[in-house]
C-alpha cells in the first residue's frame, strides 16, 4: 500500500539555524499539506500546496516558513531560523483531491531545537 | 472559527466491552469530518471520511456515524491492538481542525 514518507526522523539543530524537512507524498496525490503538534498538544495545520502555489496557510506558518516541491517526488518544508518553539513533530499529509479529500500522513519527523 | 472537542479526553476499557467516542464539531462550512488512529510517536493513520450527516462508514470493529453537530466513533468487542489515541478533525476548504483526541486503552 503506498504511503508517504518522510526524511529525517529526528532532527536535533541550534537555535537560529536553518532546517529543511522532506516529504515524499503518495504518488498520484496532487495535494500536499504541513502539519505539526507540539508534544501533547493537538495536530495543528501549517500550509497546503497545490499546482506549485501555496492555497491556504495558518498563522503559525509566517515569514520564517517556506515550502517547495523541488523535483516530480519530493516536498520540503523550510525553517529558515529555528526558534525554541518550533521544537515539535512535523506531518506531511497528501490527497487525491483538495476539499473532501481524505489527507494521509507520514510517520512524521521530530525536531528539536536547542 | 472551527472547533472540534472531544470526549472522553482517556477511556480504559476491557477486552470486548464495547462503547462509544464521542465528537462535537462547530464548522462554517462541513467539507468532511475525519477520524484517524494515532499510536505514540507516529503520524496519524486514516480511519473514515463522512462528509453529510446520517452517513455512516464500517472497519472491522470500528463504526463512525455523523449528525448535524457531532460524530461518534462506536467500538464493538475492542482488542487489545485497539489501543490508541482516536483524533477526530473537520475539513474546511482544505485544511484540517483537529480535536485533542481520545486516548484508549483495552485492557486484556
Known amino acids: 500500500e503506498p504511503e508517504v514518507t518522510q526524511t529525517p526522523s529526528h532532527q536535533v539543530t541550534q537555535m537560529g539555524q536553518e532546517v529543511i524537512l522532506r516529504c515524499v507524498p503518495i504518488?498520484?496525490?496532487?495535494?500536499f499539506y504541513w502539519y505539526r503538534q507540539i508534544l501533547g498538544q493537538k495536530v495543528e495545520f501549517l500550509v497546503s500546496?497545490?499546482?506549485?502555489?501555496?492555497?491556504?496557510k495558518s498563522e503559525i506558518f509566517d515569514d520564517q516558513f517556506s515550502v517547495e516541491r523541488p523535483d516530480g517526488s519530493n516536498f520540503t518544508l523550510k525553517i529558515r531560523s529555528t526558534k525554541l518553539e518550533d521544537s515539535a513533530m512535523y506531518f506531511c499529509?497528501?490527497?487525491?483531491?483538495?476539499?473532501?479529500?481524505?489527507?494521509?500522513f507520514g510517520p512524521g519527523t521530530r525536531l528539536l531545537v536547542l | 472559527e472551527d472547533q472540534v472537542t472531544q470526549s472522553p479526553e482517556a477511556l480504559r476499557l476491557q477486552e470486548g466491552e464495547s462503547s462509544s467516542l464521542n465528537c462535537s464539531y462547530t464548522?462554517?462550512?462541513?467539507?468532511?469530518l475525519f477520524w484517524y488512529r494515532q499510536d505514540p510517536g507516529k503520524g496519524p493513520e486514516f480511519l473514515f471520511t463522512?462528509?453529510?450527516a446520517g452517513e455512516e462508514k464500517e472497519k472491522e470493529r470500528l463504526k463512525a456515524t455523523l449528525t448535524k453537530k457531532e460524530s461518534f466513533l462506536h467500538i464493538t468487542a475492542p482488542k487489545p491492538e485497539d489501543s490508541a489515541t482516536y483524533l477526530c478533525?473537520?475539513?474546511?476548504?482544505?485544511?484540517?481542525?483537529f480535536g485533542t483526541g481520545t486516548r484508549l486503552t483495552i485492557i486484556p
Open positions: 504518488s498520484n496525490h496532487l495535494y
Open positions: 500546496f497545490y499546482n506549485n502555489e501555496i492555497s491556504e
Open positions: 478533525a473537520v475539513q474546511d476548504v482544505e485544511k484540517l481542525t
Open positions: 464548522v462554517s462550512g462541513l467539507r468532511g
Open positions: 463522512l462528509y453529510s
Open positions: 499529509a497528501s490527497s487525491t483531491q483538495g476539499a473532501r479529500g481524505s489527507q494521509y
